[in-house]
């Protein structure tokens, strides 16, 4: 029985596109920051999850990141999406099919940004509004 309801929980993991939440088996975003105003911003979704929504998800965690730093504007300096080997969601994935958490490839959505984030408004295509940006996310996904 509680096999049977582990098994109902990995599905509904796996059966939905990624939401924006940290990294868990049915992916998310992770961030790294590497001086006071670079970060390193991650989305890997699921295999439900479209390539667009994973960038706009990392797009958003960025957005929030600079915010809660103290700064207004972030640009973005490497950029990268892409469908790649995504180990949480291959590691639930693998319940599902029978495997006991052995792991398997599954292909999913991932973006990776590099920011730089400032309080000097730049106008250029690559520097964005964290409040602008955060507030279109939202209202675009209803989070």
Known sequence: MKFAINILFVIGLVGCSTGY????????YTSMQYQPNSFSVEFEGNDSTSKKKT???AMLHASN???KNGF????VVKSNTYEGEGENSAFAESFIYGLNGQN???NVPITKLLIRCSNDEVLDFKTFNAQLVKTKLVEAYGL
Request: no cysteine; hydrophobic share 50%; charged share 10%.
């Open 21 to 28: 939440h940290p990294l868990n088996l049915n992916g998310g």
């Open 55 to 57: 960038f706009d998800m």
């Open 65 to 67: 990141l600079t915010i």
């Open 72 to 75: 207004s504007y972030f640009e």
């Open 104 to 106: 398997i490839a599954v």
